[in-house]
């Protein structure tokens, strides 16, 4: 075959497959695409079991790519993919769990209180946490020396790092339904047991000032982290309409979108903990920076995330990323 006369035969059908391909198509258009692309198609597999490479083959697939990627889809560059995860996805993950990560702050503070002021209440069972010297000693210095031990930034990464796995275990191994309640119950008995030691030793409001500052972040960072899992768990459980492979999938994508964004929140929680919370500052200003902290994720939540929620947007990945979902009846 000759691939000159191919070409020549065939340029105008072409060069319109080329118009097609960049411009803005109704149905009628699209059909016109497709038939040509399939006919293009079958020309380039014939010119090169003819003629094997060529200049004609390389033109023709330089035009057939141009075709597909307007068929299928093109992935956008990566500073659009930034700017809509943290404008869009991040958020309104966040805001599908804003009702559940309330009941689970509500829930910890409540375990928390009662098991200080059950431990509290009972000198017997403040007895047996410890000798009574060495409960004095870390009412009076431990408590406060953990944040001063270490140089700020030193401890600044140490509680990121921590805080960011704890948060990462909750999401991923949420779908057990078990992990991310043990772990909030270990946690806010671990801090009844504190708050009990430093309530017995009158040092009560040097636990709450020493903690608010940085804790109301981090604690509701982790709160999220938690009704992610169990988000998790729920769409494995009742999977609705979708197979139960489809909703791990499409759950499991969202709220693995709050993973990373809880990384960042919890650095920032991290920066007020290692240079805020332990430093020589008046307590009104560490409390106000923490409470600043929080009212800016807060707001990321609740009036960025109801707003991307409003547009549709669910904390999944666009269509071309995720692959075209299956329909369902029903």
């Not at 600044?156 to 339904?177: D, K, P």
């Not at 991310?180 to 801090?191: C, D």
Request: proline share 4%; with cysteine.
């Amino acid at each position: 075959m000759d691939a000159d006369a191919l070409t020549d035969a065939r340029r105008a059908e072409w060069q319109r497959l080329d118009e097609l391909s960049r411009a803005r198509l109704d149905g009628r258009g699209v059909d016109e695409l497709i038939v040509r692309y399939r006919a293009a198609s079958a020309d380039l597999a014939e010119l090169k079991t003819s003629v094997g490479d060529s200049p004609q083959g390389a033109y023709l697939s330089t035009i057939l790519v141009r075709a597909r990627l307007r068929l299928t889809g093109a992935s956008d560059n990566i500073l659009t993919q930034i700017g809509r995860f943290f404008a869009l996805q991040l958020p309104a993950a966040l805001y599908r769990l804003r009702w559940l990560t309330l009941i689970i702050a509500l829930s910890f503070i409540a375990v928390a209180v009662g098991t200080a002021a059950w431990i509290a209440s009972d000198p017997a069972l403040i007895a047996t946490l410890g000798p009574p010297d060495a409960l004095e000693q870390y009412a009076d210095e431990s408590f406060t020396g953990y944040y001063t031990e270490n140089p700020a930034a030193v401890f600044m990464g140490m509680v990121w790092t921590n805080n960011a796995w704890i948060a990462m275990q909750c999401v991923l191994f949420g779908v057990t339904g078990i992990w991310p309640i043990y772990m909030l119950v270990q946690n806010a008995m671990g801090l009844g047991v504190s708050g009990a030691v430093m309530v017995a030793h009158d040092r009560a409001d040097v636990m709450v000032l020493y903690i608010l500052p940085h804790g109301m972040l981090e604690m509701t960072c982790i709160f999220v982290a938690a009704a992610a899992g169990l988000r998790v768990f729920w769409a494995w459980v009742a999977p609705g309409h979708r197979s139960r492979g489809d909703a791990l999938a499409t759950e499991g994508r969202a709220l693995a979108t709050v993973a990373i964004g809880l990384v960042f929140a919890l650095f920032l929680a991290g920066l007020v903990e290692g240079f805020v919370t332990g430093w020589a500052l008046p307590w009104p200003l560490k409390i106000g920076i923490g409470g600043a902290a929080l009212a800016i994720f807060l707001i990321y939540m609740v009036v960025i995330g109801g707003r991307a929620h409003r547009r549709g947007e669910t904390g999944d990945l666009i269509e071309y990323e995720a692959g075209t979902p299956r329909l369902v009846a029903g």
